[in-house]
Structure formats: structure tokens, C-alpha cells
């Protein structure tokens, strides 16, 4: 468990497939940003049976209050910047429940994961994207200590339509590998 102020990030547990299913298809609570189309339930538990939905590649992390209750979830993901293990960064995501949105636990949340990643894994970036609409996802990066790096232009296909992503990272090098 990664322990933050007001929330903690934790596995996925078998009792959170049934919750993880509904979430992925439910158009209220995958919010405009990550609208990719209808998800295979059977996928969800497929893997995590195999590795827990938690390996060294990728993850999937529930958010949760201190009294256990969930309020979103994260993710992570390996990208390669070359075919060595010194180009390896680690490209996160979150998602919260639309009543939760806007207290700030995406905010710690994502500062949370970037400084496990940079505390388990030889890596020295930690990066985010999000659409250039996303005002308040924006600024939850920022205030995690993010950097804007710039806009990748057409980079995500969703809800028929292309759209521009905003490019954030951390850097070890910048000290911002702590919590």
C-alpha cells in the first residue's frame, strides 16, 4: 500500500473486479477523457488471475480514503524512448468517480504513484498526458509537480474524432522523485 495524506493507493483485490467492470463501462464515470468504447469484463479478470492486474510493465491501483472507501482508480504503463533499459519511463493515468473529481485526490494521488515509480524502477521519467481541453486535469498535474512538456498534436483517436494530448512529466534529476 502507498500511503499519501488523505488517501492511500492500494492492489486491486478480487472484491474490486465487479466495481473495475462496471466502471469501464459506464459512460458517467469514464467522463469524456477516457471514452475508448465498451470493455470485455472477462479480459479484467483474465488478467488479473494471471498477474493481478499489478506487474513490473503495468499496473491498476484503487484510491481509497481512508475508511476504505474507493474513489478511483490509477494506472501505469512501461513506454520505451530507445531499445535499452535506460530509455524506460513509466506513463501514468488516473480516473475518479465523478463525485470525487475535484477535492485534490488526483492531485496526490498522481504525486504519489510518480514517486513510487521513481523509488522501485531505475527510471528517470514519469510522464502524463491529457487532452488540451482538460483544464482541471491540467492543473491536478501541475500542482503534483508535473512539468508541461508540450502538445502531441492528433494523438488519440476517441469518440469518433482525433484529439490533441498535453504532455506532462517528472524528471529525476528535477529532485522530484519524493512524495
Not at 107 to 126: C, D, G, K, N
Request: net charge negative; with cysteine.
Amino acid at each position: 500500500m502507498i500511503q499519501g495524506d488523505r488517501i492511500c493507493l492500494r492492489p486491486v483485490t478480487p472484491t474490486d473486479l465487479p466495481l473495475l467492470a462496471a466502471w469501464y463501462n459506464d459512460v458517467d464515470i469514464e467522463g469524456e477523457y477516457n471514452a475508448f468504447g465498451m470493455k470485455s469484463s472477462n479480459a479484467l479478470e483474465r488478467s488479473f488471475a494471471e498477474h493481478g492486474l499489478l506487474t513490473d510493465q503495468l499496473g491498476t491501483l484503487m484510491i481509497v480514503k481512508p475508511a476504505g472507501e474507493v474513489v478511483g482508480m490509477m494506472s501505469f504503463h512501461q513506454v520505451h524512448y530507445g531499445p535499452n533499459g535506460g530509455s524506460l519511463a513509466y506513463n501514468i493515468g488516473l480516473n475518479l468517480l465523478p463525485a470525487q473529481r475535484g477535492k485534490g485526490y488526483g492531485t496526490e494521488a498522481q504525486r504519489l504513484l510518480a514517486a513510487y515509480l521513481f523509488q522501485t524502477y531505475p527510471i528517470a521519467r514519469v510522464e502524463a498526458s491529457t487532452d488540451v481541453t482538460n483544464l482541471p486535469e491540467q492543473r491536478a498535474l501541475e500542482k503534483a509537480g508535473f512539468v508541461r512538456e508540450g502538445v502531441l498534436r492528433q494523438a488519440q483517436w476517441r469518440a469518433g474524432a482525433w484529439h490533441d494530448l498535453m504532455l506532462y512529466s517528472k524528471v529525476r534529476s528535477d529532485g522530484m522523485g519524493e512524495k
